[in-house]
């Protein structure tokens, strides 16, 4: 594991450069709204430098991120407002019990990996809840 330090976004691209030197084998960015909002960017680098990158968003993958495996936000979003209904209904936030994500995805992007020249196996595929081509 080699963690390199990425503070505002103007530090990616040298992260990148960074990785690919050491030869790291792969990326796996830590959940942060600021690689959110760089996902795009976030892959584009990853392509160039031929470099898988694993995300913990979903978004990542449609963004050109190789996979990602983690809760689909726009179901935990929809849960979000049901809990915000029950505050503003005068139920205490205490009293409300806490909820964790019970279904997580796998979401693969054959795209990129074509891109940085890497075959899947079928078995990973077949496992995928959505395969972008």
Known sequence: MVPIEVRVPNDLER????AADRRV???????????????ERLAR?????RLPT?????D???????????PNHATLFRQSAKLVDKILKG??????PVEQPT?????????TASQIGINLPQS??????????
């Open 15 to 18: 992260a990148f450069a960074t």
């Open 45 to 49: 680098l990853a392509i160039a430098h």
């Open 60 to 70: 990542m993958v449609d963004a050109g991120a190789l996979m990602a495996f983690g």
């Open 91 to 96: 139920q205490r936030a205490g009293d409300i």
């Open 25 to 39: 084998q792969a990326v796996v960015p830590v959940i942060d709204a600021m690689f959110f909002n760089e996902r």
């Open 54 to 58: 694993m995300a913990a968003n979903l």
């Open 103 to 111: 279904h997580f995805e796998l979401r693969i992007n054959l795209k």
């Open 124 to 133: 990973i595929l077949a496992r995928a809840d959505k395969v972008i081509e």
